[in-house]
């Protein structure tokens, strides 16, 4: 496909701007990145996201898609020749859905909590330590959750590989690690290796300063 | 052909997104009317992690949730007529719409009813009003003029909307607050009714009175 105008508003601190960012790369998809500064909008990002206001705005020849899980099944509808996103069988896509909006909606919602409460809620902690064995369980011997490769799982668990780690560190609590969730911890060593997440996930000096400024201040 | 088992509630909307699916596609059903105060032991099994309704059950396979049971349903049988549209971007609005409709607007209903004094009630109401006014344009840009958001047929959209009518209109009878206003969505309220009588809906929705009894059987039981 040529002459094809791809665009995405994104933030650096966005786990969900970074999704589409890898699922563009995982198709060798060039595309125009806009960065945008959250704690001032720009009208562009209001135009294209007048309900949600909020990043990533994704623009294909102009016409613009928002929510990341939205945008992740459009990029794999409308790039056929690259490697998969989802997977063909229709109930092993229901599954891989399933899942992402489970950590779409479970792990981010415990995540936000133990954010806003610094680590302080232990009902918080310790539903977030349930629901990571939960997803761990999904994992079974699989290297990624999509198989061999990553694929929309992958991809949506990036909050936990980065996100959640950078908060954990941040509140000092252990959520997530090699004693609390093995296979799980395996996976995420596995996926922050992949040449597309390295190049694509912001480095953890980056993030810490963001979410805990008093604590880690920025050079 | 593999058998087709759905764990539902008659009371839910979310059971009845994937019922309507179910008809529109023609599949045989066995629909097994759960007790969520005692849950079965299939239902446990089939959704261990939410424990919820609806559980679709296409031979030993068990998908949850609504919106990845229809989008399964679509997919799975592919002959029938297309839930979702075929095109990527309108797929993609369809989904966002689905989105917004499920986890932004419906909720604005609940926050309605709950808020506490005259000033509350009355941001409540008015963000659910935008929206509904939001869902409109949504729906003329759908539509193109035809009867649903599917265009000639329902589709997607139509059922993640059209499944939560039946709540909407007890909640006007039990709020006395005309949600559906006919002055702020003329084009919706004229779809809702064309949507209710569907074939492939009409014996699904359940009726506002039984839905009323149910509400005030629960203010009883308290």
């Keep these: 496909m040529t002459n094809e105008e791809v665009r995405v508003i994104g933030a650096m601190e966005s786990a969900f701007s970074r999704r589409v960012e890898i699922a563009l790369k995982m198709k060798g998809v060039k595309y125009e990145y806009v960065l945008e500064n959250l704690s001032n909008k720009s009208p562009e990002l209001l135009k294209y996201n007048p309900i949600h206001k909020k990043v990533p705005v994704f623009l294909h020849n102009g016409r613009p898609i928002v929510e990341s899980l939205v945008i992740l099944e459009y990029i794999d509808e409308t790039w056929t020749s690259g490697p998969s996103i989802l997977p063909k069988d229709p109930y092993e896509r229901a599954i891989s859905r399933f899942w992402a909006n489970f950590i779409d909606t479970k792990i981010l919602g415990a995540l936000t909590k133990i954010y806003i409460s610094k680590g302080k809620e232990q009902d918080a902690n310790e539903e977030i330590v349930e629901l990571l064995s939960i997803l761990e369980n999904e994992l079974k011997d699989k290297k990624f959750f999509g198989g061999e490769s990553i694929g929309l799982v992958d991809i949506v668990a990036n909050l936990i590989a980065l996100w959640l780690d950078v908060i954990q560190q941040g509140v000092g609590k252990e959520i997530f690690t090699k004693q609390t969730h093995p296979k799980l911890f395996k996976w995420s060593e596995e996926y922050m290796n992949c040449s597309i997440i390295k190049e694509t996930l912001p480095p953890r000096a980056d993030l810490l300063p963001h979410y805990f400024p008093s604590a880690y201040a920025s050079k | ?222």
């Design chain 2, 1 to 222: 052909m593999a058998a087709v088992k759905l764990l539902g509630f008659w009371a839910s909307p979310f059971v009845n997104r994937v019922q309507i699916a179910l008809n529109l596609k023609s599949i045989s059903y066995e629909l097994i009317e759960e007790n969520l105060r005692a849950k079965s032991q299939l239902l446990l099994e089939s959704n261990p992690v939410h424990k919820k309704v609806p559980v679709l059950i296409h031979g030993d396979k068990p998908i949850s949730e609504s919106l990845v049971i229809v989008e399964y349903i679509d997919e799975a049988w592919s002959d029938g007529p297309s839930i979702l549209p075929s095109d990527p971007f309108a797929r993609a609005t369809a989904r966002f719409w689905a989105a917004y409709i499920t986890d932004k607007w419906w909720p604005l209903l609940t926050e309605y009813r709950t808020a506490e004094g005259e000033e509350a009630k009355a941001a409540a109401k008015e963000k659910f009003f935008e929206g509904l006014v939001l869902l409109e344009e949504a729906f003329v840009k759908s539509s193109q003029g035809k009867g649903y958001f599917g265009g000639e047929n329902i589709g997607y959209l139509d059922v993640v909307l059209g499944s939560l009518l039946a709540w909407l209109r007890v909640r006007e009878v039990t709020q006395n607050v005309t949600f559906l206003d006919k002055t702020k969505a003329p084009e919706l309220a004229a779809w809702a009714d064309r949507f209710t009588l569907n074939p492939a809906v009409v014996n699904v929705l359940p009726k506002t009175q039984k839905l009323v009894d149910f509400i005030n059987s629960f203010t009883k039981a308290s």
